[in-house]
C-alpha cells in the first residue's frame, strides 16, 4: 500500500513557476513508476509527466515539454514536478499517481494503482 499527499499547488501569474511535490508513505518507491496528471473541469485526466521507477525512463506531454521537470528525489520517496514558463492552459487540478510495474514509465490512468488527493494550480493571464 502506498499513499500519496500532494502539496505546492496555489494561483501563479502567466510565465511564472511553481514546484510541486508528491511525498509517499508505505511501500518503497523504487518498485514503483511515478506520474503527474491534470485534469480539468468536464474532460477526462491526461498526462503531465512520467518516471519510471529508477529515474531512467522520462516522458512528458507535447504541452509541457520544455518547460516542466519530473524529478525522483533522495530515498525515492518523493517525486517533484517543477512547472516553469506557465500558460493559462496549464490551469487544472494536478495528480500525483504511483504503479506497480517494472522498469518502465507508465502513461495512462488505468494502470496506476495509487492517487494523491490532488492540488489546484491556477495561471492568470
Known amino acids: 500500500q502506498v499513499q500519496l499527499v500532494e502539496s505546492g499547488g496555489g494561483l501563479v501569474q502567466a510565465g511564472g513557476s511553481l514546484r510541486l511535490s508528491c511525498a509517499a508513505s508505505g511501500r518503497t518507491f523504487g518498485s514503483y513508476a511515478m506520474g503527474w496528471f491534470r485534469q480539468a473541469p468536464g474532460k477526462e485526466r491526461e498526462l503531465v509527466a512520467a518516471?519510471?521507477?529508477?529515474?531512467?525512463?522520462?516522458v512528458y506531454a507535447d504541452s509541457v515539454k520544455g518547460r516542466f521537470t519530473i524529478s525522483r528525489d533522495g530515498a525515492k520517496n518523493t517525486v517533484a514536478l517543477q512547472m516553469n514558463g506557465m500558460k493559462p492552459e496549464d490551469t487544472d487540478v494536478y495528480y500525483c499517481?504511483?504503479?506497480?510495474?517494472?522498469?518502465?514509465?507508465?502513461?495512462?490512468?488505468?494502470?496506476?494503482?495509487?492517487w494523491g488527493q490532488g492540488t489546484q494550480v491556477t495561471v492568470s493571464s
Open positions: 499517481a504511483a504503479g506497480l510495474t517494472t522498469n518502465v514509465v507508465l502513461t495512462r490512468t488505468q494502470l496506476y494503482d495509487y
Open positions: 518516471i519510471s521507477w529508477n529515474g531512467g525512463i522520462i
